[in-house]
């Protein structure tokens, strides 16, 4: 028998996959890349670890602009922030289906746990979504199946109930328990790894969806990097270091305007919207303000606009704390 595993490089999707395998269950991972992931090293490089460890195929799946039409407009609403978690796993898991019947598997495991996360991991939470997948009783979570209706894989026989766990609530020290008798001992952070889930982000980005509701993933990469200000009908976003003023050169379209001090090292930064002469000024003295300029003294910041030829300099004294406050995002 074969199922197709969820496999984020977590501890929890780890432990499900390695359960089924102690069953002869074959078994064809999958990690799905979003926009919004947050690892460090690469979203698929903790399940590339584990896949490589146990043994077991991985298909990485990455998401692009269709993905951001469940975050602007989620069927089944947000978390505490702008996560729409729900809809998500609703279609992380159709996609999973899809990869199930071209691999010939007969089901889906996860590593999810009754009662770790509000939103999505809930008794009628697991009902909805395998509902709406179209799916119910083929997606098996064994770290919790004990506490769930009995699945189809279960009910034929293809797995032993009796050898699956039912694990309940946020603690995880019977995962790290087993973890151990595993010599599990690398795993990605429990955190959950999505932007969507931190409060600063999340302001940013309903920020973004308040005055441009049609955005695109270059504007979703642009959210995480910098100082976020809003100039009335324009978005103004400043690099903290070299690097970031590198990234914020490579997200840089037509239309957007660039500026930079003269004569002094200091920040990128990037003017996107709807942009007038005030715009230019007040950006000019953000910028200033963010340099190694002394802030009492008047500097030259350079400007010029992406794609059109453009350009121009403007004088200006760097902007004041109680100004920059009200214009800041985030």
Not at 155 to 162: F, K, L, N
Not at 195 to 210: N, Q, V, Y
Not at 238 to 262: I, P
Request: hydrophobic letters at 40%; one cysteine or more; glycine letters at 10%.
């Amino acid at each position: 028998m074969k199922a197709v595993s969820l496999l984020s490089g977590g501890l929890d999707s780890t432990l499900a996959l390695r359960i089924m395998l102690d069953q002869a269950i074959e078994v064809s991972a999958v990690n799905f890349v979003t926009p919004f992931c947050t690892l460090d090293r690469g979203t698929d490089y903790w399940a590339r670890r584990q896949s490589d460890r146990l043994g077991v195929e991985l298909k990485i799946l990455r998401f692009g602009e269709e993905y951001l039409d469940i975050v602007k407009n989620p069927k089944f609403g947000y978390g505490s922030n702008m996560n729409p978690c729900i809809d998500c796993r609703i279609f992380m898991l159709r996609c999973a289906k899809q990869f199930m019947e071209q691999v010939g598997a007969s089901f889906i495991v996860t590593g999810e746990v009754l009662g770790q996360r509000p939103s999505s991991q809930r008794m009628d939470a697991f009902k909805l979504i395998d509902r709406e997948c179209g799916f119910e009783g083929l997606i098996l979570r064994p770290l919790s199946a004990k506490l769930l209706p009995i699945t189809v894989p279960e009910r034929e026989g293809w797995v032993d109930r009796e050898k699956l766990l039912g694990l309940r609530g946020r603690s995880r020290k019977p995962q790290f328990r087993l973890a151990k008798e595993y010599g599990i001992q690398e795993f990605s952070s429990p955190a959950g790894g999505c932007l969507l889930t931190d409060p600063g982000f999340a302001r940013r980005l309903k920020e973004l969806m308040d005055f441009s509701p049609v955005f695109s993933l270059n504007d979703v990469e642009l959210l995480k990097l910098g100082r976020h200000f809003r100039l009335a009908s324009a978005k103004t976003v400043v690099g903290r270091n070299e690097v970031e003023n590198e990234r914020l050169t490579k997200l840089w379209r037509e239309g957007d305007l660039c500026l930079e001090v003269e004569g002094y090292k200091g920040p990128k930064t990037i003017v996107r919207g709807v942009i007038v002469e005030g715009n230019i000024l007040l950006a000019a003295r953000i910028t200033a303000r963010y340099s190694d300029a002394p802030g009492s003294e008047v500097v030259r910041v350079n400007y010029n606009f992406f794609g059109s030829g453009k350009h121009g300099s403007v004088d200006v004294s760097a902007i004041e704390e109680h100004e920059l406050k009200k214009l800041k995002i985030g």
